[in-house]
């Protein structure tokens, strides 16, 4: 492979950081997850958790990137961990003052209260997920970004691969006590690695039509950048779309696995399976995603959704392991189309603000997903496929039982998105993206530095 060119030192410092502040993120989420089924045995508050997560991702999102254009990039990724080291501090000490059998309620309010305080901490760890494209975009020259966006999606892989072992043991052994000690000390030492990297910030380019940068949100600045792109704003809708359907893996996607293996076989599960992250944005690095990244998103949509309808036939782990070893493949194409498309097509210095709105504007659909699903799979799908009128229909070759229930809501999902992705592939805004991101010249980014 050859050498990505630009400040590799200061982007892979920045990739080593990241990779310990995703670690404890991501393990925090997953045992959050795990402990709320765990102890509940509560569907409807596992699906509660997914939304809580959803709906302050798509709310903070637009702030965020008003940050991360408004000040030093590196300055905001340190205001991130701090801000996790603070509310993670403070939901341990509800978890060590509350009595355990509190938590065995789901309609406990100290429950809650750790809940909301953790999702903040993760929540803020998503500024750096705005800020660290906007810096390969500063870092990296414009022909090599697509194999950087493969290296980021490559951390992002090892993260779940280490998270994914450890939370579910973490929890079997000590609850959250472990978890949330580990996290402490890991986003410590992030904290003070970050202050002695050294990082020449890059210069803004001029700010769009002869204006001087206003220090605000902006917001409808940002709807005119993303309007002028023939196509953007239909690629942020189809995005939002499917993010409204995949809220049904966020919402339910650990109630089945944890109904066909235990707790500590499905932490090791997504361990396995996340090395699909590393390789898939290694292949990503290798080769790059080709010159119409545009019609890659799409096909491998078709792919996902292809995968969503087929691994819930039956209740097997191994056929759900081998369904999400593919879209663990293939998410890290997804992840870095999407934004070498937006790192190309808008100017440098509204990146931060448009990575951010189109996260808000794509996450606010998941929400609704979480918050509806959980409550129609706990009382409407669970029942009728294992006693009800589903069961007597379908139930001889597809199976009975809670299990069923939920499997069947992801089959018809997968129905529904495969559907959308084959218009959008077909569609005109689609065409007109494509033509437009092979036509753009790369925004202009003063070049940065080696870091002394």
């Known amino acids: 492979m050859a050498a ?11 990739l080593v950081n990241t990779l310990l502040v995703s670690v404890v993120n991501f393990t925090v989420w997953f045992a959050i997850t795990f402990y709320v089924y765990l102890e509940t045995r509560s569907v409807f508050a596992t699906g509660l958790v997914s939304g809580i997560f959803l709906v302050m991702t798509a709310v903070t999102g637009i702030w965020f990137g008003s940050l991360v254009d408004h000040h030093s990039k590196t300055t905001m990724m340190q205001v991130s961990a701090v801000a996790s080291f603070l509310l993670y501090a403070a939901a341990f000490g509800v978890y060590q003052t509350v009595p355990r059998e509190e938590f065995k309620d789901p309609a406990s309010v100290p429950l809650w209260v750790m809940i909301v305080l953790l999702m903040f901490g993760v929540i ?48 079997a052994i000590g609850g959250m006590f472990w978890v949330l000690v580990m996290a402490l000390a890991v986003l410590a030492a992030a904290v003070v690695h970050m202050s002695l990297l050294r990082v020449v910030p890059a210069a803004v380019a001029t700010a769009e039509d002869g204006e001087a940068p206003r220090r605000s949100v902006d917001l409808k600045g940002t709807m005119r950048v993303v309007g002028e792109v023939p196509g953007l704003t239909a690629l942020i809708l189809f ?84 369904g999400m070893l593919v879209y663990m493949l293939l998410v890290p194409y997804a992840e870095a189309a999407e934004q070498t498309i937006l790192q190309k097509v808008v100017p440098y210095e509204r990146q931060g603000r448009v990575f951010g709105f189109a996260q808000s504007v794509e996450q606010a659909a998941s929400p609704l997903t979480a918050f509806l699903i959980a409550p129609v799979a706990q009382f409407v799908f669970i029942p009728l496929m294992t006693d009800g009128a589903g069961a007597r229909l379908i139930g001889d070759w597809f199976g009975t039982g809670a299990d069923r229930g939920l499997a069947l809501v992801f089959v018809l999902t997968g129905f529904v998105g495969l559907a959308a992705s084959v218009v959008a592939l077909r569609s005109r805004p689609y065409r007109r993206l494509s033509n437009h991101f092979e036509a753009t010249p790369a925004p202009l980014v003063e070049k940065v530095t080696e870091p002394s």
């Open 4 to 14: 990505i060119r630009g400040d590799r030192r200061t982007f892979y410092q920045l």
């Open 124 to 171: 803020a760890g998503n500024i750096r997920t705005i800020a660290l494209p906007t810096m390969v975009t500063a870092l990296i020259e414009e022909g090599d970004r697509d194999r950087a966006n493969g290296l980021v999606g490559t951390t992002s892989g090892v993260s779940f691969l280490v998270t994914s072992v450890i939370s579910g043991f973490l929890v």
């Open 239 to 322: 995005s939002t779309f499917n993010n409204f359907l995949g809220g049904v893996y966020m919402a339910l996607m650990d109630a089945y696995g944890l109904s066909l293996v235990d707790v500590r076989t499905w932490g090791l599960l997504w361990g396995a399976l996340s090395a699909g992250l590393i390789v898939g944005g290694l292949c990503v690095a290798r080769t790059g995603l080709g010159s119409r990244p545009v019609r890659l998103l799409l096909l491998v949509n078709v792919v996902l959704w292809t995968v969503t309808v087929l691994f819930p036939a039956r209740s097997s782990i191994v056929l759900l392991g081998a």
